[in-house]
T-cell receptor, first 115, second 113 residues
Framework: GENVEQHPSTLSVQEGDSAVIKCTYSDSASNYFPWYKQELGKRPQLIIDIRSNVGEKKDQRIAVTLNKTAKHFSLHITETQPEDSAVYFC??????????????FGKGTKLSVIP | DARVTQTPRHKVTEMGQEVTMRCQPI?????VFWYRQTMMQGLELLAY????????DSGMPKDRFSAEMPDATLATLKIQPSEPRDSAVYFC???????????FGPGTRLTVT
């Protein structure tokens, strides 16, 4: 089955600096790579995702890159703000015309943005 | 704004008791997932259904856990008998066959004493 490794497990940055979180996956069949943000006591919420036919995707201060050959993908947050502090999870999944398959999650990165 | 709902939000029970958690997926979604979150194991899949049929329940301890989808608007996860190691947050998520995204419910925080 799929295995997702995520690094680092904790990350502290000064407000305004950039943060980078990296993940690797094992199953070359995976074709969908979402990133979730989870605030304390809340549900995981999708912040950005990328499909295997795309190398990079940006949404304001957030960007994700995917290297299918190396089987790794990364989350980049620029100009970090205190409200970016949360746990971030990467995941890998397979999607077909029939629908989604299960998400395999990384262990999470606790991001702390210091004002 | 359609959302996945879960009940109860919190449950405290004694070891050996039966626990039933319920999930209402977003209307029209054909796939429903049950995930469990603990500090040690992170987020892990327990089981999932497509068009109400179970597709994979290999993540569940079969002797005590059971998952069902009696109709398209209700999924249930039952633990009998519960044990302290079952203490966790249980999330339900649903997905449409037309979209990649999985939408998570608010979770049920289970504490077994």
């Amino acid at each position: 089955g799929e295995n997702v490794e995520q690094h680092p497990s904790t990350l502290s940055v000064q407000e305004g600096d950039s943060a980078v979180i990296k993940c690797t996956y094992s199953d070359s069949a995976s074709n969908y790579f979402p990133w979730y943000k989870q605030e304390l006591g809340k549900r995981p919420q999708l912040i950005i995702d990328i499909r295997s036919n795309v190398g990079e995707k940006k949404d304001q201060r957030i960007a994700v890159t995917l290297n299918k050959t190396a089987k790794h993908f990364s989350l980049h947050i620029t100009e970090t703000q205190p409200e970016d502090s949360a746990v971030y999870f990467c995941a890998a999944s397979l999607y077909s015309g029939a629908g989604s398959y299960q998400l395999t999650f990384g262990k999470g990165t606790k991001l702390s943005v210091i004002p | 704004d359609a959302r996945v709902t879960q009940t109860p939000r919190h449950k405290v029970t004694e070891m050996g008791q039966e626990v039933t958690m319920r999930c209402q997926p977003i209307l029209g979604h054909n796939t429903v997932f049950w995930y469990r979150q603990t500090m040690m194991q992170g987020l892990e899949l327990l089981a999932y259904f497509r068009n109400r049929a179970p597709l994979d329940d290999s993540g569940m301890p079969k002797d005590r856990f059971s998952a069902e989808m009696p109709d398209a608007t209700l999924a249930t996860l039952k633990i009998q008998p519960s044990e302290p190691r079952d203490s966790a947050v249980y999330f339900c998520a649903s997905a449409s066959h037309r979209e990649y995204e999985q939408y998570f419910g608010p979770g049920t925080r289970l504490t077994v004493t």
